[in-house]
């Protein structure tokens, strides 16, 4: 069974730093999406990553695929309060997700 | 912007109750998918829905659960007899490739008493 773990768990930062979130597996993907959260919504998708190496840039949030295609990153630059959210990664066409980073950005 | 959208936003019902759960997913999408949030857990998927017919389920939907498409908008869940373990919030999604871009609406939360 192919395994998302992602970290930290949790992660409290105050406005106007910067961060970085990992989803991690053993095996390798075809793709892996990112997904945020928020309290009572549904996940919204993010972005879709393919190809290794590939690096994607939404606004102040840049996601890397890894090279082997069995990990990815999320950096957010000069985090603003509005980045709150649970950050979930997920693959497969019966989308397998990880458990989350929780972000907390404080003023 | 499109978007896909659930009702009840919110469902009480006693243990033994049957429940519907109601989608109307983006028009110009096929694929169809219900997933499930126990308080605390992770989004874990439950049934994916294409041409008519059920083309992936977890071991979690079993023979309590049910899916239908009744006409060309709503995409429904039903539960037969719900348990105290099926409080949860439901998450339908839909897609237009059948691939790992899905959107997602907004969740019914359940709540079996």
């Known amino acids: 069974t192919q395994l998302l773990e992602q970290s930290p768990q949790f992660l409290s930062i105050q406005e106007g730093e910067n961060l970085t979130v990992y989803c991690n597996s053993s095996s390798v993907f075809s793709s892996l999406q990112w997904y945020r959260q928020e309290p009572g919504e549904g996940p919204v998708l993010l972005v879709t990553?393919?190809?290794?190496?590939e690096v994607k840039k939404l606004k102040r949030l840049t996601f890397q695929f890894g090279d082997a295609r069995k990990d990815s990153s999320l950096h957010i630059t000069a985090a603003q309060t509005g980045d709150t959210g649970l950050y979930l990664c997920a693959f497969g066409g019966a989308l397998n997700f990880g458990k989350g980073t929780s972000l907390l950005v404080t003023p | 912007e499109p978007e896909v959208t659930q009702t009840p936003s919110h469902q009480v019902t006693q243990m033994g109750q049957e429940v519907i759960l109601r989608c109307v997913p983006i028009?110009?999408?096929?694929?169809f998918y219900w997933y499930r949030q126990i308080l605390g857990q992770k989004v874990e998927f439950l049934v994916s829905?294409?041409?008519?017919?059920?083309?992936?389920k977890s071991e979690i939907f079993d023979d309590q659960f049910s899916v239908e498409r009744p006409d060309g908008s709503n995409f429904t869940l039903k539960i037969r007899s719900t348990k105290l373990e099926d409080s949860a919030m439901y998450f339908c999604?839909?897609?237009?490739?059948?691939?790992?871009?899905?959107?997602f609406g907004p969740g019914t939360r359940l709540l079996v008493l």
């Open positions: 999604a839909s897609s237009d490739t059948g691939g790992e871009t899905q959107y």
């Open positions: 829905f294409y041409n008519n017919e059920i083309s992936e």
């Open positions: 028009s110009n999408h096929l694929y």
């Open positions: 990553v393919v190809t290794g190496g």
